[in-house]
């Protein structure tokens, strides 16, 4: 699939241009950890309209949680920055939502709407969805109903001549590009049902799996969450409720903080150093390009993943992390240059990392400092 080659080019222009304008400012928001929130539907498709009873339907209830969900992230967690797919009744295509995700560089996507069964249905109860694929007949209904909106946009068959959920094969590619998102994006959905059946007291349907395209197209952890049935007579007057909606709101506040909290670090203490033993040389003034090799600094290793932000790295700009069975290591830099290298170390050491130690990779692979210098400099 194209957009499958696409990515990895994406994001090594993405890195090359940090790499090479290292001095220039970056806009605030890039140190903030960023949630992208998708009031589902929205203009003229208005999700399910539910019993009929309500002259509101799923979009404007989804739009009243998010927008409330968003408030309440702001306003209590400082280091957040939320952003919006769409903050009024707009209709934004499928396509726009996940490209705004990507573009913005959302850490998180989660995408709100409500349920539907058809007539005669009496389910009720929330589910939260991460992408997947699954046999289950109920669970490929409600992707055939928030995927359908396609066919309300222009141009759909140019735009989404890729997808097609009906074709698991051709989904295959899709779901493993993502893979490796989707143990986050399962923590949260785990946070998200289990605050809505303890703390907000609902029938919880539990963390199901399915190919949503905004699920499919947003290349960070991302859920796509259903409130309730709003064929449900109970659970739609419930989901209309002022009350109602707060509690579903305050349900998606904790288990959002729950998440974040596990990745920005708030504690100094969860960093373990490692005391490990440093290569000693006294670096030259003059450039020491070594080709072939990669330095970095080792500056922490935790059992916890953190995002590479500056926030949780004492403001230090280009880290990178590395998983090793399961420690997550992070690094300060990366550069070829000896001595380059050498003065991001003593930064790493100023700034409170003390025991920070370079390392080195030939060819992609890790090798002992000795080992690297001694491969023929420039
Ligand atoms: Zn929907």
């Known amino acids: 699939m194209k957009t499958n080659y696409f990515l990895p080019f994406v994001l090594f222009t993405i890195l090359l241009t940090f790499t090479a304008f290292k001095s220039d400012a970056k806009p605030p928001k890039a140190d903030k950890f960023i949630i992208m ?90 589910e939260t969805y991460v992408l997947g694929t699954t046999k289950n007949q109920q669970n490929l209904e409600v992707a055939k109903r928030e995927n359908s909106v396609i066919f309300l946009e ?49 029938k919880s349907r539990g963390v199901k799996q399915n190919v949503f395209y905004v699920l499919a197209y947003t290349y960070m952890p991302s859920v796509l969450v259903e409130l309730g049935f709003l064929t449900n007579k109970k659970e739609e007057d419930f989901l209309n409720s002022k009350k109602g909606k707060n509690i579903m709101t305050k349900s998606l506040y904790n288990a959002v903080k729950k998440y974040v909290d596990a990745r920005v670090k708030n504690d100094t203490q969860d960093i373990a150093i490692l005391v490990d033993q440093p290569y000693v040389e006294k670096p030259s003034a003059e450039t020491r390009i070594i080709e072939g090799v990669t330095f ?14 500056p926030y949780n790295f004492k403001g230090l700009k280009d880290i990178s ?27 790493a050491k100023e700034k409170g990392y003390k025991s920070a130690f370079i390392v080195a990779y030939k060819d992609g692979k890790k090798v002992s400092l000795a080992q690297a210098l001694k491969s023929k400099a420039n």
């Open 37 to 126: 929130i998708d009031p589902g539907h929205g203009g003229r498709d208005t999700g399910t309209p539910g019993t009929k009873r309500y002259r509101t339907t799923e979009k404007d209830i989804a739009l009243d949680v998010s927008l409330a969900l968003g408030k309440m992230i702001t306003d209590n967690m400082p280091h957040v920055e939320v952003l919006y797919t769409r903050t009024k009744d707009v209709f934004p295509s499928l396509n726009d939502r996940a490209n705004k995700a990507n573009t913005d560089k959302a850490d998180l996507f989660i995408s709100i709407h409500c349920n539907a069964q058809p007539k005669g249905g009496s389910a009720y109860g929330s």
């Open 154 to 202: 222009d141009n759909y068959e140019e735009n989404y001549k890729d997808f097609d959920p009906n074709s698991p094969e051709s989904m295959i590619g899709l779901i493993l590009s993502q893979e490796e998102y989707l143990e986050q994006s399962i923590q949260l959905a785990n946070y998200i049902e289990t605050e809505f059946q303890v703390s907000a007291n609902r």
């Open 296 to 309: 970095k600094v080792q500056i922490a290793a935790s059992s916890k993943q953190l995002e590479t932000k």
């Open 321 to 347: 992390r590395e998983k090793n069975g399961r420690i997550y290591k992070y690094f300060y830099g990366q550069t070829s240059d000896y001595n380059v290298i050498n003065t991001y170390k003593n930064e």
